[in-house]
């Protein structure tokens, strides 16, 4: 009698100690937001051992993290008004249907909600709509913003889109991974070569599981499965040991991998406001 009375005790011990962890853990969601179409005029520039031809249809994708009741944005796509001039003839033709505040709406929130903004590397088609956001801790490569903000400025970049951060405050400058949150659900990995600073993220989701999004590590598929690089990555060596240690990611574990501007890839997520958790 008194072992089965010790027994249910414990049992009932166990059981609330379990649920009472499962509460504590915060919510953790993944949502696609649909940030654009890119098209690039000459597909080769895709590839800087010039086997592409034709032209090349790509998205832009952005993503918010809700970590309890925090929200992070991943990349912040393009600059509504920087694009209107587009033509025909420009290289790099992208469009949007809605801007990344526009899309929050829809869940239920706004700018002051977003707390966070990860940037994967300094180019125009990620960080267009950063200075929304100019309240959140921005993290990104700290060669990246420096790029952006010590010095001459290189052509092509757009330090105007995030200038906000401009001072320096507010900004988690990072050189290696980086645990966002403390608790090892989502980290910034170093992943460079697509720029000196360039970054991609992992987002250790309770049902999906381990999901990483590529940054411009790869543009499309066929980058990812040939081992092919754009004409304008800042480094060919650094980019092979970041595909290498990609690579070796994705083999230890069972990731679901998105590669950020492939179409196909994007298809496969849920569509927005349905989320991965
Ligand atoms: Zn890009």
Same mark, same amino acid.
């Given at each position: 009698m008194f072992r089965s009375v010790l027994a249910i005790i414990m049992t009932v011990f166990i059981v609330s100690a379990l649920s009472s962890a499962q509460a504590q853990e915060p919510i953790l969601r993944l949502y696609t937001l649909d940030c654009g179409k890119i098209k690039v005029? /000459? *597909?080769?520039?895709? /590839?800087d051992t010039d086997s592409y031809t034709g032209s090349l249809n790509l998205v832009a994708s952005c993503y918010i993290i809700q970590h309890g009741n925090e929200y992070m944005l991943w990349d912040a796509g393009f600059n509504p008004e920087a694009i209107k001039g587009v033509k025909d003839t420009d290289m790099f033709q992208p469009k949007i249907e809605k801007t990344i505040v526009e899309s929050i709406a829809e869940i239920g929130l706004q700018v002051s909600d977003i707390n966070k903004i990860g940037i994967s590397h300094n180019h125009f088609d990620h960080i267009g %709509? *950063?200075? #929304?956001?100019?309240d959140a801790e921005l993290l990104i490569g700290a060669t990246d913003f420096d790029a952006l903000f010590a010095g001459e400025v290189a052509e092509g970049l757009h330090p105007a889109f995030i200038d906000e951060w401009a001072d320096g405050e507010n900004v988690t400058k990072l050189n290696d991974d980086h645990d966002v949150f403390g608790d090892g659900s989502v980290t910034i990995l170093s992943m460079p070569?697509?720029? %000196?600073g360039h970054m991609a993220l992992q987002v250790n989701l309770k049902k999906t599981g381990p999901v990483i999004l590529s940054g411009d590590l790869y543009h499309f598929k066929d980058n990812y499965e040939q081992g092919r690089m754009p /004409?304008?990555?800042?480094?060919r060596e650094e980019t092979l040991a970041s595909f290498e240690r990609m690579k070796s990611l994705l083999q230890s574990q069972k990731v679901r991998f #998105?590669? %950020?501007?492939d179409p196909d890839h994007l298809a496969f997520m849920p569509k927005f406001p349905a989320y991965l958790d």
């Open positions: 005029l /000459d *597909a080769n520039i895709m /590839d %709509q *950063a200075n #929304v956001f100019k070569g697509h720029t %000196q /004409d304008f990555n800042w480094n #998105v590669i %950020q501007h």
